[in-house]
């Protein structure tokens, strides 16, 4: 038997104990590197954004005040399309929140794991910036890596992700905004991202659990783009989809 007491073993053996003690709060520093992967994702894409938005006819402010304000990825690339096309500022609206729902789920997802309380201010911070990528990536720290919470911590993933993509498109605006008519083959490449984007989104969901609402979903978006539009098709593609989720939810 060990004549070591507690107090005397030091931080790191707890082996005899069986338990060990709670990580180190992350820190902000720790933040900001744990965003650089979402960071190296977002700037492409959002530089594709830029780009995209002022070949439609927007101005350089306002493709990046899309960016800084409603920072919904895919759904910028929707909801500019739609009003170039001459939808109504409301439809495009609903259609794009039609689209990110989903957000409404992964606050309380991430606050069912955090124990400490929280700041009104930071959390505000977070909460804006709580995109697909930032909730993965927090998940799987918090879950698969065990990393600690800490408010300073997420705020930095979310600052610094945000940041990327508003430079991105900052990048791409400017740029777009006839400094590329000189290399017609980049600029083509860079428009084709999005088309890419949204097929990348479509294998992705070919999946044999979702086999029904992806079928669904693209029915749906043929009879809108047949017998209507294409932002009547975005729609009907999306209530299709949630529909045929329902459906096979219940029926499972």
């Excluded at 005040?65 to 096309?85: E, H, K, N, P, W």
């Excluded at 309380?108 to 505000?124: G, W």
Aim: hydrophobic content about 50%.
């Amino acid at each position: 038997m060990s004549d070591k007491s507690a107090s005397d073993i030091p931080i790191s053996d707890t082996s005899e104990f069986g338990n060990t003690l709670p990580n180190k709060a992350s820190s902000f520093k720790d933040g900001i590197w744990d965003s650089l992967p979402i960071a190296i994702g977002y700037i492409p894409i959002s530089f594709a954004f830029g780009l995209s938005a002022t070949k439609l006819g927007f101005t350089p402010i306002e493709a990046i005040f899309f960016s800084c304000v409603i920072y919904a990825g895919a759904s910028q690339f929707v909801i500019t399309a739609l009003l170039s096309a001459g939808m109504s500022l409301w439809f495009s609206a609903l259609t794009v929140m039609a689209m990110d729902i989903r957000h409404i789920l992964y606050g309380p997802a991430l606050r069912y794991r955090i124990k400490q309380k929280l700041s009104e201010k930071k959390t505000v911070i977070w909460a804006f910036g709580l995109t697909d990528e930032v909730f993965a990536a927090a998940t799987t720290k918090l879950i698969k890596d065990q990393r600690s919470w800490s408010e300073n911590w997420m705020v930095a993933i979310a600052i610094c992700s945000w940041l990327s993509w508003v430079l991105g498109t900052v990048a791409g605006a400017i740029l777009g905004n006839g400094y590329l008519s000189s290399y017609p083959a980049i600029e083509a490449a860079m428009i084709f991202m999005l088309p890419a984007l949204f097929l990348s989104f479509l294998l992705a969901s070919f999946k044999r659990e979702n086999t029904y609402c992806s079928i669904a979903a693209l029915l749906g978006a043929l009879m809108g783009i047949t017998f209507f539009s294409i932002p009547i098709a975005i729609l009907a593609g999306i209530i299709s989809g949630c529909l045929a989720a329902l459906l096979q939810t219940k029926n499972a």
